[in-house]
Nanobody, 124 residues
Framework: QVQLAESGGGLVQAGGSLRLSCAASGRTFSSVTMGWFRQASGKEREFVAVISWSGLNTDYADSVKGRFTISRDNAENTVTLQMNSLKPEDTAVYYC?????????????????WGQGTQVTVSS
């Protein structure tokens, strides 16, 4: 069992940066694949980034490549999402998710555990 809690959301101007953190509980954190998803108001939840259990493999949505960076610290049971050059279209609730499989996935229904989400608002 893995429990997740996101933090770090807030209001930022376009072009600014935010760093989201996800704290995980559970002894199996180092063996799970971790992902970030987001859901804008009135839209479907969409993939943002994913990182393998080792931290060596990552994948990003095209819309955030070159601007966002996902990383993890298995010793601290945390995964972070560094978001730079933010745009108004990045405004959404951001969710941390965990998947027991070692395979990277960009599909939300393949993740078993979810945090409560944190709001990110980017003003123009």
């Amino acid at each position: 069992q893995v429990q997740l809690a996101e933090s770090g959301g807030g209001l930022v101007q376009a072009g600014g940066s935010l760093r989201l953190s996800c704290a995980a509980s559970g002894r199996t954190f180092s063996s799970v694949t971790m992902g970030w998803f987001r859901q804008a108001s009135g839209k479907e939840r969409e993939f943002v980034a994913v990182i393998s259990w080792s931290g060596l493999n990552t994948d990003y949505a095209d819309s955030v490549k070159g601007r966002f960076t996902i990383s993890r610290d298995n010793a601290e049971n945390t995964v972070t999402l560094q978001m730079n050059s933010l745009k108004p279209e990045d405004t959404a609730v951001y969710y941390c998710a965990a998947r027991r499989s070692a395979l990277l996935s960009t599909t939300n229904w393949e993740y078993e555990y979810w945090g409560q989400g944190t709001q990110v608002t980017v003003s123009s």
